[in-house]
């Protein structure tokens, strides 16, 4: 993965740790080690953001920078969240997350359900993530660039067993891929045992060629066109063909108009949820 997604791991755990402010039915996700695994001037946003009137502002400001990113990013998080936990319920012993970030659901769900978890991530952001929430012994931190890496024989490496059933969760990764390293995954993906579980978030192709910024021009720019950092869209369309070449079945393919059915009506709240991402739910038959 280029080095400069290394440098965006905090934004998404910046709106996982705001939320928690929200009281229980209103918040959009669940995630109280949020705080814990950001750098100290992001924690101190975050935490300052248990004032509603900054809480409010903060939201506002990150919309208008990219309008329905806030409702997005929680709203996957929390999708993959229940994905995570029904796989655990399904005798799924086995999560690797492919860049993982600063996300905390190894630590907080895979782990103390007695499962394994291999994170994998730039070697960057594999440091930050020992340095802010130590070792656990059920929890795997795994150098990779997916461009450049062998992911398969750094996973086998660190006691990765390849016939295990296993959940992959990919979030926020796709775009930031080439191509090569796109499907260099997608390889490793098709050796995954029968019974495996895959959950992945993707940005459209019409987002990254800009034939529709869906109302998101600005990010389109900083991303796309200004520091090149998304590469990778994907046309709803062919998502079930593109799974079906590497082995599995799409079981959905989910983005705003159901994340705000499921998830942004129960609290009330008036939350935009970016169109321009999709989150897919696979499994392997």
């Not at 905090?10 to 996982?16: C, D, E, N």
């Not at 799924?92 to 659901?105: H, M, Q």
């Amino acid at each position: 993965m280029v080095s400069g997604a290394a440098g965006t791991a905090a934004g998404p755990m910046v709106i996982a740790a705001v939320e928690q402010h929200y009281p229980p039915g209103r918040r959009l996700l669940d995630d109280p080690l949020a705080g814990s695994v950001l750098p100290p001037v992001s924690r101190w946003v975050a935490g300052s953001a248990r004032h509603p009137v900054l809480r409010e502002w903060l939201i506002r400001l990150f919309e208008g920078a990219a309008p329905g990113v806030w409702g997005g990013v929680a709203c996957r998080k929390r999708y993959i969240d229940e994905q995570v936990v029904r796989a655990l319920g399904d005798g799924i012993g086995c999560a690797v997350v492919l860049g993982s970030g600063l996300d905390t659901r190894a630590h907080r769900l895979v782990a103390p359900a007695g499962a394994s978890a291999f994170e994998v991530d730039l070697a960057a952001n594999v440091d930050r993530k020992r340095r802010r929430l130590g070792a656990c012994e059920r929890v795997t931190l795994v150098p990779v660039d997916f461009d450049t890496g062998d992911l398969g024989a750094a996973l086998v490496a660190r006691g990765h067993r390849v016939g295990q059933r296993c959940l992959f969760v990919w979030e926020g990764v796709t775009q930031y891929l080439t191509e090569e390293g796109f499907r260099r995954t997608f390889d490793f993906l098709a050796g995954a045992a029968p019974g495996s579980r895959l959950v992945f978030t993707y940005v459209r192709h019409d987002f990254i060629d800009g034939s529709d910024a869906h109302g998101a021009a600005a990010p389109h720019h900083r991303f796309v066109t200004r520091q090149r950092l998304w590469r990778i869209g994907l046309r709803p369309r062919d998502v079930g063909a593109l799974l079906a070449r590497y082995g599995w079945w799409k079981v959905e393919d989910v983005g705003a108009e159901e994340f705000r059915a499921r998830y942004v009506r129960p609290t009330g709240r008036e939350v935009p949820v970016s169109p321009w991402e999709r989150t897919v739910l696979a499994e392997k038959p």
